[in-house]
């Protein structure tokens, strides 16, 4: 299933997920890599 990602303050990454980790967070890949981050459709994180 596609899914989209958001890495950082700024940045997305969409691709086919491969886990949906313990944390809450995503792992996904893109090619032949691996990215980790939070669903882009989640809430955002107090400061």
């Known amino acids: 299933m ?3 990602i958001i890495i ?3 940045i997305s990454v ?3 997920l491969v ?3 313990e944390n809450g967070r995503m792992l ?3 090619g032949e890599r691996l990215y980790e981050g939070r669903p882009a459709n ?3 994180a107090a400061a």
């Open 14 to 16: 969409q691709g086919l």
């Open 28 to 30: 996904i890949r893109v």
């Open 42 to 44: 989640a809430p955002a």
């Open 8 to 10: 950082g303050s700024c």
């Open 19 to 21: 886990k949906q980790l």
């Open 2 to 4: 596609l899914q989209t």
